[in-house]
């Protein structure tokens, strides 16, 4: 493992695997980075197919703690695996936001209004660290 941004650990694997996903974006994650590259969403800077611990997600902007999902048809039969995924990422204090392919493709525009504002809600202390969460 190696030492990530803000002392999460990073399987060498993911960080290999992340490098080929950033080749081989699909067409949804394509229009979706095109709003957030260029911290085109009031400064936020995103990171596509970034690794955090032995996870890569689609998109991820470290100030403020968010992740953003992109959902395809095998996530139906996945849902265990990214319930497990979306606890893990939380206990580091990320939130995680899922949006269904075609979600983002019939209107991107209430997509990214989503994502400012879950960007103006604190993150609240994930437990462990400071206040406890109920």
């Not at 493709?105 to 660290?129: F, K």
């Amino acid at each position: 493992m190696l030492r990530g941004e803000g002392g999460i650990y990073v399987e060498r694997e993911a960080l290999v695997n992340a490098r080929a996903l950033r080749q081989t974006m699909t067409p949804t994650e394509r229009v979706l980075w095109k709003a957030l590259r260029n911290q085109q969403i009031n400064g936020l800077k995103f990171r596509r197919q970034h690794p955090i611990g032995p996870y890569i997600v689609d998109y991820c902007c470290l100030h403020p703690q968010i992740v953003i999902e992109l959902d395809g048809p095998i996530h139906d039969s996945q849902v265990e695996y990214d319930a497990d995924r979306d606890e893990y990422l939380r206990t580091l204090g990320f939130r995680v936001l899922r949006f269904r392919n075609d979600e983002v493709l019939a209107d991107l525009g209430v997509i990214l209004e989503r994502i400012w504002q879950q960007a103006l809600i604190p993150n609240p202390s994930p437990c462990g660290r400071g206040e406890k969460t109920a």
